[in-house]
Protein backbone atom coordinates (compact mmCIF):
# COMPACT_ATOMS: atom_id res chain seq x y z
CA UNK A 1 0.00 0.00 0.00
CA UNK A 2 1.44 3.41 -0.89
CA UNK A 3 2.62 5.96 1.44
CA UNK A 4 0.47 8.86 2.57
CA UNK A 5 2.50 11.86 2.18
CA UNK A 6 1.76 15.28 4.03
CA UNK A 7 3.39 18.70 2.95
CA UNK A 8 4.28 20.70 5.77
CA UNK A 9 3.85 24.44 4.20
CA UNK A 10 2.26 25.82 1.42
CA UNK A 11 4.76 27.81 -0.04
CA UNK A 12 5.80 27.99 -3.46
CA UNK A 13 7.65 24.84 -3.10
CA UNK A 14 4.85 22.80 -0.65
CA UNK A 15 1.63 23.91 -3.51
CA UNK A 16 4.52 22.34 -6.30
CA UNK A 17 4.89 19.21 -4.30
CA UNK A 18 1.82 18.33 -2.90
CA UNK A 19 0.40 18.91 -6.72
CA UNK A 20 2.90 16.50 -7.94
CA UNK A 21 3.05 14.01 -5.38
CA UNK A 22 -0.97 13.80 -5.90
CA UNK A 23 -0.86 13.60 -9.80
CA UNK A 24 1.55 10.46 -9.20
CA UNK A 25 -0.98 8.66 -7.14
CA UNK A 26 -0.27 9.30 -4.06
CA UNK A 27 -2.83 10.55 -1.29
CA UNK A 28 -1.44 13.74 -0.13
CA UNK A 29 -2.49 16.30 2.51
CA UNK A 30 -1.38 19.80 2.57
CA UNK A 31 -1.20 21.69 5.28
CA UNK A 32 -0.31 25.93 6.23
CA UNK A 33 -1.28 27.83 9.33
CA UNK A 34 -2.74 30.05 7.22
CA UNK A 35 -6.52 29.38 7.34
CA UNK A 36 -7.22 31.64 3.91
CA UNK A 37 -4.81 30.43 1.69
CA UNK A 38 -6.00 26.53 2.74
CA UNK A 39 -9.58 27.68 2.46
CA UNK A 40 -8.33 29.15 -1.22
CA UNK A 41 -6.49 25.80 -2.22
CA UNK A 42 -9.24 23.53 -1.42
CA UNK A 43 -11.36 25.36 -3.53
CA UNK A 44 -8.30 25.13 -6.39
CA UNK A 45 -6.92 28.97 -6.43
CA UNK A 46 -3.50 29.00 -7.29
CA UNK A 47 -1.71 31.68 -4.46
CA UNK A 48 1.39 31.81 -7.13
CA UNK A 49 1.92 31.73 -10.64
CA UNK A 50 3.60 28.91 -12.04
CA UNK A 51 2.63 27.44 -15.47
CA UNK A 52 1.36 24.14 -15.54
CA UNK A 53 1.04 23.99 -11.58
CA UNK A 54 -2.68 24.57 -11.82
CA UNK A 55 -4.67 22.05 -13.64
CA UNK A 56 -2.14 19.53 -11.31
CA UNK A 57 -3.24 21.09 -8.60
CA UNK A 58 -7.06 20.84 -9.63
CA UNK A 59 -6.62 17.28 -10.74
CA UNK A 60 -5.82 16.46 -7.49
CA UNK A 61 -8.26 18.02 -5.80
CA UNK A 62 -10.82 16.61 -8.26
CA UNK A 63 -9.47 13.25 -7.47
CA UNK A 64 -9.85 13.14 -3.76
CA UNK A 65 -6.41 12.45 -3.73
CA UNK A 66 -5.06 16.18 -2.34
CA UNK A 67 -6.48 18.00 0.42
CA UNK A 68 -4.94 21.06 2.33
CA UNK A 69 -5.48 21.44 6.60
CA UNK A 70 -4.21 24.09 9.22
CA UNK A 71 -4.34 20.73 11.98
CA UNK A 72 -0.73 19.39 13.00
CA UNK A 73 -2.81 16.95 14.83
CA UNK A 74 -4.66 16.18 11.62
CA UNK A 75 -1.29 15.73 9.31
CA UNK A 76 0.70 13.44 12.12
CA UNK A 77 -2.34 11.47 12.02
CA UNK A 78 -2.56 11.15 8.27
CA UNK A 79 0.79 10.81 7.56
CA UNK A 80 3.51 8.19 6.74
CA UNK A 81 6.19 10.42 5.05
CA UNK A 82 6.25 13.90 6.10
CA UNK A 83 8.01 16.89 3.93
CA UNK A 84 8.46 20.09 5.39
CA UNK A 85 8.40 22.81 2.79
CA UNK A 86 8.56 25.77 4.57
CA UNK A 87 10.60 29.16 3.79
CA UNK A 88 13.81 30.24 5.04
CA UNK A 89 14.08 33.65 4.81
CA UNK A 90 17.43 35.99 5.38
CA UNK A 91 17.28 37.43 8.93
CA UNK A 92 16.99 40.92 8.68
CA UNK A 93 19.62 43.09 9.33
CA UNK A 94 22.02 39.72 8.57
CA UNK A 95 23.33 37.75 6.35
CA UNK A 96 22.01 34.55 7.75
CA UNK A 97 19.20 32.16 7.21
CA UNK A 98 16.16 32.37 9.26
CA UNK A 99 15.14 28.79 10.58
CA UNK A 100 12.36 29.66 12.75
CA UNK A 101 9.86 28.60 10.02
CA UNK A 102 11.55 24.89 10.32
CA UNK A 103 12.09 24.94 13.98
CA UNK A 104 8.30 25.85 14.52
CA UNK A 105 6.94 23.11 12.01
CA UNK A 106 9.21 20.95 14.23
CA UNK A 107 7.65 21.71 17.05
CA UNK A 108 4.64 21.70 15.86
CA UNK A 109 3.82 18.23 14.65
CA UNK A 110 6.67 16.18 16.56
CA UNK A 111 4.20 15.95 19.44
CA UNK A 112 1.59 14.28 17.57
CA UNK A 113 3.76 12.00 16.19
CA UNK A 114 3.28 8.98 17.94
CA UNK A 115 4.09 5.85 15.56
CA UNK A 116 6.67 5.37 13.02
CA UNK A 117 7.46 7.58 10.12
CA UNK A 118 9.38 9.42 8.51
CA UNK A 119 10.30 13.58 8.44
CA UNK A 120 11.88 14.89 5.66
CA UNK A 121 13.38 18.18 5.10
CA UNK A 122 13.10 20.02 1.50
CA UNK A 123 13.37 23.55 2.12
CA UNK A 124 17.55 25.12 1.52
CA UNK A 125 19.09 25.19 5.17
CA UNK A 126 22.56 26.29 6.71
CA UNK A 127 24.61 23.09 7.05
CA UNK A 128 24.13 21.32 10.65
CA UNK A 129 20.48 22.27 10.87
CA UNK A 130 19.34 18.28 9.98
CA UNK A 131 21.43 17.15 12.62
CA UNK A 132 19.53 19.46 15.46
CA UNK A 133 15.95 18.77 13.80
CA UNK A 134 16.80 15.24 14.03
CA UNK A 135 17.47 15.18 17.56
CA UNK A 136 14.57 17.56 18.22
CA UNK A 137 12.74 15.35 16.75
CA UNK A 138 13.32 12.30 19.29
CA UNK A 139 13.06 14.75 22.37
CA UNK A 140 9.28 15.64 21.03
CA UNK A 141 8.18 13.06 19.21
CA UNK A 142 6.03 10.16 21.44
CA UNK A 143 7.49 7.46 19.12
CA UNK A 144 10.58 8.51 19.72
CA UNK A 145 13.53 6.67 17.53
CA UNK A 146 10.41 5.61 15.31
CA UNK A 147 10.15 9.03 13.94
CA UNK A 148 13.33 9.57 12.01
CA UNK A 149 14.14 12.76 9.87
CA UNK A 150 15.54 12.64 6.22
CA UNK A 151 17.02 15.28 4.33
CA UNK A 152 16.13 16.09 0.61
CA UNK A 153 16.63 19.57 -0.86
CA UNK A 154 14.62 20.96 -4.13
CA UNK A 155 16.28 22.22 -6.87
CA UNK A 156 13.04 23.81 -8.53
CA UNK A 157 13.40 26.43 -11.13
CA UNK A 158 10.36 28.76 -10.93
CA UNK A 159 8.70 28.84 -14.28
CA UNK A 160 9.51 25.27 -14.33
CA UNK A 161 8.48 23.73 -11.39
CA UNK A 162 6.28 21.23 -12.39
CA UNK A 163 8.79 19.77 -15.06
CA UNK A 164 11.40 19.70 -12.32
CA UNK A 165 9.28 17.86 -9.82
CA UNK A 166 8.20 15.19 -12.50
CA UNK A 167 11.64 14.90 -14.33
CA UNK A 168 14.07 15.78 -11.92
CA UNK A 169 17.96 15.64 -13.34
CA UNK A 170 18.68 13.87 -9.84
CA UNK A 171 17.73 13.47 -6.82
CA UNK A 172 19.11 14.01 -3.18
CA UNK A 173 18.60 12.23 -0.11
CA UNK A 174 20.46 12.30 3.35
CA UNK A 175 19.64 9.55 5.71
CA UNK A 176 20.84 7.56 8.27
CA UNK A 177 19.82 4.27 8.00
CA UNK A 178 18.11 1.47 5.30
CA UNK A 179 14.44 2.40 6.21
CA UNK A 180 14.59 5.92 5.38
CA UNK A 181 16.59 5.62 1.94
CA UNK A 182 14.07 2.63 1.28
CA UNK A 183 10.82 4.75 2.03
CA UNK A 184 12.20 7.40 -0.04
CA UNK A 185 13.34 5.62 -2.93
CA UNK A 186 9.52 4.06 -2.78
CA UNK A 187 8.06 7.67 -2.79
CA UNK A 188 10.36 8.48 -5.76
CA UNK A 189 9.77 5.13 -7.51
CA UNK A 190 7.00 6.52 -9.82
CA UNK A 191 9.39 8.71 -11.27
CA UNK A 192 11.11 6.44 -13.08
CA UNK A 193 14.93 6.01 -13.12
CA UNK A 194 16.21 9.16 -12.29
CA UNK A 195 19.99 9.24 -10.83
CA UNK A 196 19.68 9.51 -6.73
CA UNK A 197 22.52 10.41 -4.73
CA UNK A 198 22.30 9.07 -0.98
CA UNK A 199 24.52 10.52 1.46
CA UNK A 200 24.89 12.22 4.78
CA UNK A 201 22.57 14.91 6.33
CA UNK A 202 25.56 17.48 5.81
CA UNK A 203 26.34 16.88 2.69
CA UNK A 204 22.76 16.81 1.41
CA UNK A 205 22.15 20.34 2.91
CA UNK A 206 25.59 21.48 1.14
CA UNK A 207 24.51 20.03 -2.67
CA UNK A 208 21.62 23.33 -2.84
CA UNK A 209 23.99 25.49 -1.42
CA UNK A 210 27.05 24.78 -3.29
CA UNK A 211 24.27 24.80 -6.60
CA UNK A 212 23.34 28.33 -5.96
CA UNK A 213 26.56 29.62 -5.10
CA UNK A 214 28.28 28.03 -8.45
CA UNK A 215 25.27 29.43 -10.57
CA UNK A 216 25.29 32.96 -8.92
CA UNK A 217 29.24 32.84 -9.30
CA UNK A 218 28.76 31.97 -13.36
CA UNK A 219 26.27 34.99 -13.80
CA UNK A 220 28.19 37.25 -12.15
CA UNK A 221 31.35 36.00 -13.70
CA UNK A 222 29.90 36.84 -17.26
CA UNK A 223 28.69 40.47 -15.78
CA UNK A 224 32.21 41.10 -14.12
CA UNK A 225 33.07 40.68 -18.17
CA UNK A 226 30.86 42.91 -19.05
CA UNK A 227 32.11 45.48 -16.62
CA UNK A 228 35.51 45.31 -18.48
CA UNK A 229 33.59 45.27 -21.51
CA UNK A 230 32.30 48.39 -21.05
CA UNK A 231 35.42 50.18 -20.14
CA UNK A 232 37.59 48.40 -23.21
CA UNK A 233 34.54 49.27 -25.46
CA UNK A 234 34.11 45.26 -26.30
CA UNK A 235 31.24 43.56 -26.51
CA UNK A 236 30.17 40.97 -23.79
CA UNK A 237 27.66 39.03 -25.94
CA UNK A 238 30.27 38.42 -28.67
CA UNK A 239 32.44 37.36 -25.64
CA UNK A 240 29.57 35.01 -23.50
CA UNK A 241 29.10 33.39 -27.50
CA UNK A 242 32.39 32.47 -27.89
CA UNK A 243 33.09 31.29 -24.42
CA UNK A 244 29.69 29.19 -24.51
CA UNK A 245 31.92 26.96 -27.41
CA UNK A 246 34.13 25.43 -24.73
CA UNK A 247 32.27 22.52 -23.62
CA UNK A 248 33.99 23.37 -20.11
CA UNK A 249 32.08 26.38 -19.66
CA UNK A 250 29.15 25.85 -21.29
CA UNK A 251 26.38 29.15 -22.99
CA UNK A 252 23.57 28.46 -19.66
CA UNK A 253 23.64 31.11 -17.40
CA UNK A 254 26.04 32.71 -19.38
CA UNK A 255 24.25 36.35 -20.60
CA UNK A 256 25.35 39.32 -19.20
CA UNK A 257 22.79 41.92 -17.90
CA UNK A 258 20.95 43.16 -14.63
CA UNK A 259 21.76 40.56 -12.35
CA UNK A 260 19.97 38.00 -10.59
CA UNK A 261 17.62 38.16 -7.48
CA UNK A 262 14.30 36.32 -6.67
CA UNK A 263 13.87 34.05 -2.90
CA UNK A 264 16.70 31.60 -3.52
CA UNK A 265 20.12 32.48 -4.83
CA UNK A 266 20.49 36.21 -3.26
CA UNK A 267 19.60 35.04 0.13
CA UNK A 268 21.31 31.42 -0.42
CA UNK A 269 24.72 32.64 -0.93
CA UNK A 270 24.77 35.09 1.99
CA UNK A 271 23.72 32.30 4.40
CA UNK A 272 26.15 30.20 2.51
CA UNK A 273 29.05 33.10 3.80
CA UNK A 274 27.34 33.37 7.05
CA UNK A 275 27.51 29.45 7.89
CA UNK A 276 31.01 29.15 6.97
CA UNK A 277 31.76 32.03 9.56
CA UNK A 278 30.47 29.98 12.20
CA UNK A 279 32.16 26.88 11.39
CA UNK A 280 35.47 28.66 11.03
CA UNK A 281 35.66 28.32 7.32
CA UNK A 282 35.03 31.58 6.11
CA UNK A 283 37.79 31.76 4.15
CA UNK A 284 36.99 29.53 1.98
CA UNK A 285 33.77 31.81 0.61
CA UNK A 286 34.88 34.72 0.82
CA UNK A 287 34.55 35.12 -3.15
CA UNK A 288 31.35 35.26 -2.68
CA UNK A 289 31.11 38.48 -1.33
CA UNK A 290 32.52 39.65 -4.20
CA UNK A 291 29.61 37.47 -6.24
CA UNK A 292 27.06 39.31 -4.02
CA UNK A 293 28.88 42.89 -5.11
CA UNK A 294 29.08 42.41 -8.80
CA UNK A 295 25.96 41.09 -8.81
CA UNK A 296 24.70 45.08 -6.95
CA UNK A 297 26.91 46.46 -9.18
CA UNK A 298 24.55 46.11 -12.02
CA UNK A 299 21.51 47.20 -10.81
CA UNK A 300 23.59 50.93 -9.82
CA UNK A 301 25.00 50.54 -13.71
CA UNK A 302 21.82 50.02 -14.97
CA UNK A 303 20.54 53.50 -13.17
CA UNK A 304 23.36 55.01 -14.61
CA UNK A 305 23.19 54.06 -17.63
CA UNK A 306 19.27 55.40 -17.49
CA UNK A 307 20.49 58.86 -16.17
CA UNK A 308 22.72 59.37 -18.89
CA UNK A 309 20.21 58.29 -21.52
CA UNK A 310 18.37 61.06 -19.66
CA UNK A 311 20.61 64.24 -20.02
CA UNK A 312 22.63 63.41 -16.64
CA UNK A 313 19.32 63.74 -14.41
CA UNK A 314 16.00 62.40 -13.44
CA UNK A 315 14.16 65.80 -12.62
CA UNK A 316 11.44 66.00 -15.04
CA UNK A 317 12.03 63.00 -16.47
CA UNK A 318 9.48 60.09 -17.47
CA UNK A 319 10.94 56.74 -17.67
CA UNK A 320 8.77 53.65 -18.47
CA UNK A 321 10.18 50.00 -17.14
CA UNK A 322 8.79 46.99 -18.70
CA UNK A 323 9.12 44.39 -16.35
CA UNK A 324 8.68 43.78 -12.32
CA UNK A 325 9.13 40.47 -11.72
CA UNK A 326 12.76 39.18 -10.86
CA UNK A 327 12.36 36.53 -13.97
CA UNK A 328 9.81 35.75 -16.71
CA UNK A 329 7.53 33.31 -15.99
CA UNK A 330 7.30 34.46 -12.46
CA UNK A 331 5.07 36.77 -10.68
CA UNK A 332 7.53 36.56 -8.56
CA UNK A 333 9.43 40.30 -6.98
CA UNK A 334 11.12 39.00 -4.05
CA UNK A 335 14.75 41.20 -4.50
CA UNK A 336 13.64 41.81 -7.94
CA UNK A 337 16.64 43.86 -9.93
CA UNK A 338 13.69 45.72 -11.95
CA UNK A 339 11.75 47.04 -8.71
CA UNK A 340 15.04 47.74 -7.09
CA UNK A 341 15.87 50.01 -10.55
CA UNK A 342 12.52 51.40 -11.06
CA UNK A 343 12.16 52.02 -7.18
CA UNK A 344 15.88 54.08 -7.43
CA UNK A 345 14.66 55.49 -10.19
CA UNK A 346 11.69 57.07 -8.64
CA UNK A 347 13.50 57.99 -5.40
CA UNK A 348 16.40 60.37 -7.64
CA UNK A 349 13.22 62.33 -9.17
CA UNK A 350 12.28 60.10 -12.02
CA UNK A 351 8.39 59.24 -12.90
CA UNK A 352 8.17 56.00 -13.09
CA UNK A 353 5.59 53.32 -15.10
CA UNK A 354 6.06 50.06 -14.62
CA UNK A 355 4.26 47.38 -16.58
CA UNK A 356 4.98 43.30 -16.07
CA UNK A 357 2.73 40.94 -17.23
CA UNK A 358 2.03 38.88 -15.01
CA UNK A 359 3.68 40.86 -11.50
CA UNK A 360 2.08 43.42 -11.55
CA UNK A 361 -0.52 42.94 -8.77
CA UNK A 362 2.81 41.89 -6.20
CA UNK A 363 4.59 45.04 -7.38
CA UNK A 364 1.52 47.22 -6.38
CA UNK A 365 0.98 45.69 -3.11
CA UNK A 366 4.89 46.37 -2.34
CA UNK A 367 5.45 49.82 -4.28
CA UNK A 368 2.29 51.97 -4.24
CA UNK A 369 4.86 54.81 -4.55
CA UNK A 370 5.06 53.98 -8.65
CA UNK A 371 2.78 53.99 -11.28
CA UNK A 372 1.65 51.10 -13.26
CA UNK A 373 0.38 50.54 -16.69
CA UNK A 374 -1.66 47.95 -18.31
CA UNK A 375 -0.03 47.16 -21.27
CA UNK A 376 3.54 47.69 -22.53
CA UNK A 377 2.48 50.88 -24.66
CA UNK A 378 0.50 52.37 -21.58
CA UNK A 379 3.62 51.85 -19.38
CA UNK A 380 6.14 53.62 -22.22
CA UNK A 381 3.38 56.36 -23.34
CA UNK A 382 5.43 60.00 -23.16
CA UNK A 383 8.86 58.31 -21.22
CA UNK A 384 12.07 59.94 -22.31
CA UNK A 385 13.76 56.71 -21.42
CA UNK A 386 12.28 53.05 -21.79
CA UNK A 387 14.18 50.33 -19.37
CA UNK A 388 14.15 46.43 -20.54
CA UNK A 389 14.45 45.06 -17.04
CA UNK A 390 12.87 41.31 -17.26
CA UNK A 391 13.09 39.51 -20.74
CA UNK A 392 9.24 38.56 -20.91
CA UNK A 393 8.56 37.28 -24.50
CA UNK A 394 6.25 40.29 -25.51
CA UNK A 395 8.80 42.63 -24.44
CA UNK A 396 11.41 40.97 -26.59
CA UNK A 397 8.40 40.77 -29.61
CA UNK A 398 7.99 44.26 -29.19
CA UNK A 399 7.63 46.18 -32.50
CA UNK A 400 10.11 49.51 -32.03
CA UNK A 401 8.26 51.33 -34.98
CA UNK A 402 5.06 51.06 -32.85
CA UNK A 403 6.39 52.10 -29.42
CA UNK A 404 8.45 54.79 -31.27
CA UNK A 405 5.15 56.36 -31.66
CA UNK A 406 3.67 56.54 -28.45
CA UNK A 407 7.04 57.80 -26.63
CA UNK A 408 8.46 61.30 -26.21
CA UNK A 409 12.27 59.99 -26.97
CA UNK A 410 13.54 56.91 -28.81
CA UNK A 411 15.82 55.71 -25.81
CA UNK A 412 16.19 52.28 -24.63
CA UNK A 413 18.40 51.05 -22.21
CA UNK A 414 18.15 46.76 -22.66
CA UNK A 415 18.75 45.87 -18.95
CA UNK A 416 19.26 42.37 -20.13
CA UNK A 417 20.64 41.99 -24.05
CA UNK A 418 17.44 40.52 -24.96
CA UNK A 419 16.75 42.66 -28.24
CA UNK A 420 17.73 43.30 -31.57
CA UNK A 421 20.35 45.56 -31.54
CA UNK A 422 20.41 46.35 -35.26
CA UNK A 423 16.34 46.25 -35.53
CA UNK A 424 16.18 48.74 -32.69
CA UNK A 425 18.90 51.23 -33.67
CA UNK A 426 17.54 50.99 -37.56
CA UNK A 427 14.08 51.82 -35.81
CA UNK A 428 15.81 55.14 -34.61
CA UNK A 429 16.16 54.10 -31.34
CA UNK A 430 19.48 55.32 -29.19
CA UNK A 431 20.20 51.76 -27.50
CA UNK A 432 21.98 51.13 -24.77
CA UNK A 433 22.48 47.98 -22.79
CA UNK A 434 24.75 46.51 -19.95
CA UNK A 435 28.60 45.65 -21.09
CA UNK A 436 27.89 46.43 -24.89
CA UNK A 437 29.52 49.70 -26.59
Keep these: M ?11 LGITHASCMADLGFDVLGLDIDADKVRRLNSGELPIHEPGLEPVLRRGLDSGRLRFTTSYEEAAAFGDVHFVCVGTPQKRGEYAADVSYMDSAIESLAPHLDRE ?10 VGTAERLA ?13 ELAWNPEFLREGYAVEDTLKPDRIVIGVRS ?22 DFATSEL ?8 LATKISFINAMAEVCEAAHADVTQLSKALSYDDRIGGRFLNAGLGFGGGCLPKDIRAFMARAGELGADQALTFLREVDAINMRRRARMVDLARELAGGSFHGCTVG ?3 AAFKPNSDDIRDSPAL ?11 QVTVYDPIALGNARKAHPELHYGESALEAVRGAHVVLLLTEW ?14 VAARRIVDGRNALNTETWRSAGWHYRALGRP
Excluded: H, W
Design 135 to 147: DLLARLAPAGVEV
Design 340 to 350: DVAVTIGAQGG
Design 393 to 406: PEFVDLDPEELGKV
Design 178 to 199: ERAEKMLREVYQPLGDIPMVVT
Design 321 to 323: VLG
Design 207 to 214: VKTAANAF
Design 2 to 12: PYRLTVIGTGY
Design 117 to 126: CLVVGKSTVP
